[in-house]
């Protein structure tokens, strides 16, 4: 599969069945055969930012909302490569680790490469990175409907 033109939100909103406040990617800039990146502008206004260490502490993105938006890309990839239509859920997140924090103002990068292919389970290598720093990486385990 070649690479394909940049997707914007509305392109994403079209592939992936989540809409605010669950939809955590904002532009896909690059899509190939078996590698995704990604962007998430992260801002004060996100929801989870209020119950979070909420003031007076730092604001700092929750290690699951990471995880979700590594999952979402993954997400991403796969049903782009997918023949089959079907809805992905996330079922498995294997060594996830958290290196950097990330706070609001901070561009999220969301590389993923696909890692292994089946039918209807797939698996997605994830890193998420901050100014060209490792913030988050980990597996990202997929099941599709068929």
Do not use: W
């Amino acid at each position: 599969m070649p690479s394909s033109p940049e997707l914007d939100i509305e392109d994403i909103k079209d592939k992936i069945e989540l809409r605010y406040p669950y939809l955590l990617v904002d532009r896909v800039v690059e899509l190939e055969a078996n590698r995704i990146k990604a962007l998430k502008n992260v801002t004060v206004n996100e929801p989870f930012f209020q119950g979070h260490f909420p003031e007076p502490g730092p604001s700092v993105m929750p290690g699951t909302m990471i995880v979700e938006a590594m999952a979402q890309v993954s997400g991403l990839l796969v049903s782009s490569r997918r023949e089959a239509g079907g809805l992905g859920y996330l079922v498995g997140v294997d060594g996830a680790r958290f290196r950097k924090k990330v706070k609001p103002g901070d561009q999220l990068e969301l590389v993923g490469e696909l890692a292994k292919m089946r039918s209807s389970i797939c698996r997605v290598k994830v890193e998420a990175r901050v100014d060209n720093e490792l913030a988050s990486e980990g597996e990202i385990t997929l099941a599709f409907e068929t």
